[in-house]
């Protein structure tokens, strides 16, 4: 069974970093794209950033240049690294993965909160 979790959300002043983890274990970690997504109250679920399965990398131009996904195949774990973090980031922040063999199941975590004071 595919689980998803992520974990390193919190409160930050804007300016500061936060490192999101999203554990993936139950299939094949890396054999279909992932991502980040987030949602904040009252708008849709946007992508953040996403990673498909030949390392191409994707980021929402929101993001661009301060948020980095990356991965770690012997940790089966997701990265959202985001630096320079303003107020109109917080949302809950969701991972993704898409599984094997056909890639178009979707499994999501259950979201971290992220909060950036002014």
């Known amino acids: 069974q595919v689980q998803v979790v992520e974990s390193g959300g919190g409160s930050v002043q804007a300016g500061g970093s936060l490192k999101l983890s999203c554990a993936a274990s139950g299939y094949i970690f890396g054999s279909c794209g992932m991502g980040w997504f987030r949602q904040a109250p009252g708008k849709e679920r946007e992508l953040v950033s996403g990673?498909?399965?030949?390392?191409?990398?994707t980021y929402a131009n929101s993001v661009k240049g301060r948020f980095t996904i990356s991965q770690d195949n012997a940790k089966n774990t997701l990265y959202l690294q985001m630096n320079a973090l303003k107020t109109e980031d917080t949302a809950v922040y969701y991972c993704a993965v898409d599984t094997e063999p056909t890639c178009v199941v979707r499994y999501w975590g259950q979201g971290t909160q992220v909060t950036v004071s002014s």
């Open positions: 990673l498909s399965k030949d390392g191409t990398t």
